[in-house]
C-alpha cells in the first residue's frame, strides 16, 4: 500500500500510521465496530511496516534489488520503490544546500 509505505517512509510510528489510517475510513456506527475496524487496520499496519523493515536491506542495494527480490514485486513497482525511498523531501534538501552564515 503506497499510502502506508509513505507514512513509513516519513517515520509514522505504528499507532500514529493507525491514526492518519482510520481517518479515512467512515466510522462504524458502534464501538464494537470501531474496535474491530482500528484491529484490523492496525494489524495490516503492523504487517506492512514488517514487509517494510524487511525490504530496507535490499534497498539499500538498488541494483540488486532491482534483479531480485525476496518478494514477488514487477520491476516498475520495485523502481517507484526505490525512487520513493531515495527522494528527498524539500526539508531535508533545504538541510543538505544551507550554507552557514558567515561570523
Known amino acids: ?6 507514512l513509513w517512509l516519513e517515520g509514522f ?3 500514529e500510521a493507525l491514526g492518519e489510517r ?7 456506527p458502534n ?3 470501531r474496535e474491530r475496524l482500528s484491529s484490523l487496520v ?3 499496519t503492523a ?3 514488517h514487509v517494510f523493515e524487511m525490504l530496507e536491506s535490499a534497498l ?22 526505490l525512487e520513493r525511498y531515495y527522494a528527498l523531501d524539500s526539508e531535508v534538501l533545504h538541510q543538505l ?7
Open 13 to 15: 510510528s505504528i499507532a
Open 31 to 33: 464501538e464494537e465496530g
Open 1 to 6: 500500500n503506497e499510502h502506508v509505505y509513505d
Open 47 to 49: 504487517h506492512q511496516y
Open 42 to 44: 492496525k494489524l495490516d
Open 97 to 103: 544546500l544551507r550554507r552557514p552564515k558567515p561570523l
Open 60 to 81: 539499500a542495494h538498488p541494483s540488486s534489488f532491482l534483479r531480485f527480490s525476496t518478494l514477488q514485486i514487477r520491476t516498475f513497482e520495485r523502481k517507484r520503490i
Open 22 to 28: 482510520m481517518s479515512h475510513f467512515p466510522t462504524p
